[in-house]
């Protein structure tokens, strides 16, 4: 990585911490299918995973911001670093939330809408995972990030029309208008994931225009 020289352990840690976050975004969305598909054993598990992972990824973030300070690396990018570990921490965070208001609340999802929540799960789910893979590019391959936060905006938009669309459909059918309600509230729970990944590419923008100046 370009600037922590022979910091091998803490090169390693970061990887680790960016793979598990994209492995959430992937338990959730199978998670999002598991349940609508009635496969409770399933979506059980994979909300057990992502609180796994979840932890790992707190207990990584620790490690890596005391190797910083204990170290004295990059004090003027030490900020940057950090600040872009923790609002990449929101997706993870988010993608545990929301499994478990799915298994809470157990939302009633009519068949009929099943593809669209679960388009917007993969859409989300690509987005975050673009996230991932642009913050990989802006410790190891700076020319990278571009094209991989290019990506995040384009799968956040698909996320936002799916969403909306999604929305006009519940809310011209003839459902009780609290059901309706509820399941706007999944939706938007749903589509957070990339909204997420979203201000995470924004942060990431603004970084990589600093390191190239």
Same mark, same amino acid.
């Given at each position: 990585? =370009?600037?922590?020289?022979?910091? @091998?352990?803490?090169?390693?840690?970061?990887?680790?911490?960016?793979? +598990?976050?994209?492995?959430?975004?992937?338990?959730?969305?199978?998670?999002? #299918? !598991? /349940?609508?598909?009635?496969?409770?054993?399933?979506?059980? &598990? &994979?909300?057990?995973?992502?609180? /796994?992972?979840?932890?790992?990824?707190? #207990?990584?973030?620790?490690?890596?911001?005391?190797?910083? /300070?204990?170290?004295?690396?990059?004090?003027?990018?030490?900020?940057?670093?950090?600040?872009?570990?923790?609002?990449?921490?929101?997706?993870?965070?988010?993608?545990?939330?929301? $499994?478990?208001?799915?298994?809470? #609340?157990?939302?009633?999802?009519?068949?009929? =809408?099943?593809?669209? !929540?679960?388009?917007?799960?993969?859409?989300? +789910?690509?987005?975050?995972? &673009?996230?991932?893979?642009?913050?990989?590019?802006?410790?190891?391959?700076?020319?990278?990030?571009?094209?991989?936060? @290019? +990506?995040?905006?384009?799968?956040?938009?698909?996320?936002?029309?799916?969403?909306?669309?999604?929305?006009? +459909?519940?809310?011209?059918? @003839?459902?009780?208008? &609290?059901?309706?309600?509820?399941?706007?509230? !999944?939706?938007?729970?749903?589509?957070?994931?990339?909204?997420?990944?979203?201000?995470?590419?924004?942060? $990431?923008?603004?970084?990589?225009?600093?390191?190239?100046?």
């Amino acid at each position: 990585m =370009w600037f922590f020289g022979r910091a @091998n352990r803490l090169e390693k840690d970061i990887d680790m911490l960016l793979e +598990k976050i994209k492995e959430s975004a992937s338990v959730f969305s199978r998670g999002i #299918e !598991f /349940y609508l598909a009635g496969n409770e054993e399933e979506f059980l &598990s &994979s909300l057990e995973k992502v609180k /796994y992972l979840e932890s790992e990824v707190d #207990e990584l973030r620790r490690n890596i911001e005391y190797e910083l /300070y204990k170290k004295s690396l990059i004090p003027d990018h030490r900020g940057d670093v950090l600040g872009l570990l923790e609002t990449l921490d929101d997706i993870i965070d988010t993608a545990e939330s929301t $499994l478990k208001k799915f298994e809470v #609340e157990v939302p009633d999802i009519p068949e009929k =809408w099943h593809s669209d !929540f679960v388009k917007l799960a993969e859409k989300s +789910k690509d987005a975050a995972i &673009s996230c991932v893979d642009a913050a990989s590019a802006f410790f190891k391959a700076i020319f990278e990030v571009k094209s991989h936060l @290019n +990506k995040v905006y384009h799968f956040e938009k698909e996320a936002d029309r799916i969403s909306k669309e999604l929305k006009r +459909k519940i809310f011209k059918s @003839n459902l009780k208008q &609290s059901h309706k309600i509820h399941l706007r509230y !999944f939706t938007l729970s749903i589509e957070t994931m990339s909204d997420k990944a979203e201000d995470v590419a924004d942060r $990431l923008a603004i970084y990589t225009i600093k390191r190239e100046m």
